[in-house]
């Protein structure tokens, strides 16, 4: 076997336990929350900044998927936020100012619901959202029960939002029941 290979083995199986890990820290009163404000909110929005977006655009995609109006802020055709509708901010430190900005504005301008996925409970976000989706992995802050990880600065956190919008987008589909079939008509065809 090549140095590489086990390398590659010994990482992945790194990888793929600190995501057992973090998946199973997930309180899953916040995630039935969350299921059910998507579920209920006229359209939902998403904020976060560089890799965090991302992984939010991912979701955004596949709740698209199911027929759910949802969109990026700051995309060229992003409608009207209303109090009708939800906004989720990922942010893993809660500090980042983008994401903090666009959750005071939409709190302060329509006052719609307003969830932060993230893992510092105690940052200036508990002030601005209805709840917080907690992520409780290793932020910027180093803080003292986050847990721990092999990989540069906050990938886990990232991998672990893709991870928890594949989640609950399943746990829609099941509960509502939807064909997987006919999922297909809100996929993009000009492909």
Same mark, same amino acid.
């Given at each position: 076997m090549s140095e590489f290979k086990v390398q590659y083995e010994k990482t992945s199986g790194?990888?793929?336990e600190e995501l057992k890990k973090t998946l199973s820290s997930i309180d899953s009163d916040s995630l039935e929350r969350?299921?059910?404000?998507?579920?209920?909110a006229d359209q939902v929005f998403f904020v976060g900044v560089g890799r965090v977006m991302l992984a939010l655009e991912c979701m955004c995609k596949r709740f698209a998927h199911l027929g759910i109006k949802a969109h990026c802020v700051g995309e060229i055709t992003e409608p009207a936020i209303t109090k009708k509708d939800l906004?989720? %901010?990922? @942010?893993? @430190?809660?500090?980042s100012l983008?994401?903090?900005g666009i959750a005071r504005?939409?709190?302060?301008?329509v006052g719609c619901k307003i969830v932060h996925i993230g893992s510092n409970p105690n940052s200036e976000m508990k002030d601005i959202c209805d709840f917080m %989706?907690?992520?409780p992995v290793r932020?910027?802050?180093?803080?003292q029960d986050e847990i721990d990880s092999c990989q540069p600065m906050t990938s886990l956190f990232e991998q672990a939002v893709l991870l928890v919008g594949d989640i609950l987008a399943k746990i829609i589909i099941e509960q509502k029941q939807l064909d997987?079939?006919?999922?297909?008509?809100?996929?993009?065809?000009l492909e």
């Open positions: 790194e990888i793929e969350l299921a059910y404000e998507i579920q209920a906004l989720i %901010v990922g @942010s893993g @430190s809660g500090a983008f994401p903090l504005k939409a709190k302060n301008l %989706v907690r992520i932020t910027k802050f180093y803080l997987m079939k006919e999922l297909w008509q809100y996929h993009a065809n």
